[in-house]
């Protein structure tokens, strides 16, 4: 019982270690097309619009 209660808890850690680093690769491609495309046209950043106040700000890296 011991072994499978160890072996549900190994499997389980595994499955969300992989979720995550899915999470971070996909993050990580989305900012390196953004980047790319930033290049590509020039650009020095991506504007966004802030629903509050309705202006235009750059966008951060954590966002």
Do not use: C, H, N
Not at 25 to 51: F, H, I, M, W, Y
Request: cysteine-free; proline content about 2%; charged content about 35%.
């Amino acid at each position: 019982m011991v072994q499978l209660i160890v072996f549900i808890l190994i499997v389980g850690g595994g499955w969300l270690l992989y979720k995550r680093f899915v999470a971070d690769a996909e993050k990580l491609t989305s900012r390196s097309r953004e980047r790319r495309k930033e290049q590509e046209t020039g650009a020095s950043g991506t504007l966004v619009k802030d629903p509050e106040t309705g202006e235009y700000r750059v966008k951060r890296d954590d966002e």
